[in-house]
């Protein structure tokens, strides 16, 4: 049975010289996701794209609105079911997350090296993958949902660094129960030593 939080919507991008793009969009309105399965010639797989509020501890001041997460090769739990796979342009896995700017036309989408640090792309590769992906910006940017996903986002984020916090403030409480113990045991033993001076 489909998720009823996912929803799908079909489009198609002319990429010149590089061929026609279909594009199948899925978006999970609870965590704020869009999860783009792409096929053109010599591209195939994945992208998942967020808003950056995703990653962003909301107590913060806010970095900047508009700012985005591109992610090539891991998925949100929700598109488990779709067989998703990493995106792959000119047979090169692409990686990431790379985050962009609302305004941002300079990013530059990696893969792994051999010793698993990202490294850029080779030229050819770049500029075939940044058509891709600016095809998939365009499609995001025109998206009518994004407050709803960034604001599913932002409860995500919430929740993460609700537990993260919970989980220090519990170590810090625990440090402190024991600092508290320890003061009052020296208190303790410089009264008994006070007494056993003063007999």
């Excluded at 009823?4 to 990429?15: N, S």
């Excluded at 994945?46 to 913060?60: I, R």
């Excluded at 600016?134 to 499609?139: Q, S």
Aim: net charge positive; glycine share 4%; with cysteine.
């Amino acid at each position: 049975m489909p998720d009823p939080r996912v929803r799908e919507e079909h489009t198609t991008h002319d990429l010149g010289t590089y061929g026609q793009l279909t594009i199948a969009a899925r978006a999970d309105v609870h965590s704020g996701n869009v999860l783009y399965r792409l096929h053109a010639p010599h591209v195939r797989g994945c992208v998942m794209l967020s808003p950056a509020a995703a990653a962003d501890d909301p107590t913060m001041p806010n970095p900047g609105t508009g700012e985005l997460i591109i992610n090539p090769d891991k998925f949100a739990p929700a598109f488990a079911l779709h067989e998703s796979r990493p995106l792959s342009v000119n047979n090169i896995v692409l990686t990431g997350p790379v985050r962009i700017a609302e305004s941002d036309s300079d990013y530059r989408p990696v893969r792994r090296g051999k010793t698993g640090r990202p490294e850029w792309l080779p030229p050819r590769t770049h500029q075939h993958a940044r058509a891709v992906l600016d095809a998939v910006l365009k499609t995001w940017r025109e998206r009518e949902d994004l407050d709803e996903l960034t604001s599913a986002a932002r409860r995500q984020a919430a929740q993460l660094f609700l537990k993260t916090y919970t989980a220090q403030l519990s170590a810090r409480r625990e440090t402190a129960l024991r600092a508290v113990t320890a003061v009052a045991d020296a208190e303790r033993r410089v009264t008994e030593l006070h007494a056993l001076l003063a007999a």
